[in-house]
């Protein structure tokens, strides 16, 4: 028999709460990143949240070299702990949580009022959910009108990423599998800038260009 575990990848996922819950509180353990590209972030670092203290013991010592204590060992380990750096970084920054993610609705909601969703599609979250606005992505008609789109953004120093790309299936070191559907939407999602301090002027021309040149 196999123990068995599901351990949910919501690096992205701080300040999420689903139907009431957090996220953290699904599957047998989640991760959660503090890189510097999240919402809320230590520099380099993350967390795992798990739903039982034995899954916590591992955890623990798998990230703390093994150790048991300074001279016995639980197991075999690696070195995956905050510095006192990173944690400062976090001190700091955890207070203006409320208002990070307030200012962050507000650009989301600019690109929903601006932007032409007759050309491209947007995310959609789901009912129940209180979101953290982590990422604005948007899916154009095919990697032609994106890569356009790109070139034209970045002409005016406005630089989006292409997060989600490319589908994992076409990595070099994974067995090749045909998927439709991650193909095509991975070669024309854009991450659109998302962040404190983003004003009405740069906005206005980010979605302008957008319309334009998508169209």
Known sequence: KYDLK??????????????GQSIF???DASTCSFHATKIFHTGEGGAIFCNSSEFHKSSFYSHNFGHNGPSTFYGVGINGKMSELQAAMGLTILPHMNYIIEERRKVVEFYKENLDFTLIRSIRIRENTIWNY???????????????VIYGLQKNNIYP????YPSLNNLPYVASVKMNVSDAISASVLCLPLYVGLTRVELSLITDLINKLAN
């Open 25 to 27: 509180n699904y599957g």
């Open 161 to 164: 990423r292409r997060y989600f």
């Open 134 to 148: 982590s990422y604005f992505p948007i899916v154009f008609k095919n990697e032609e009108i994106l890569e356009r």
């Open 6 to 19: 599901v351990i949910y990848d919501a690096a992205h996922c701080f300040g999420v709460k689903y139907k």
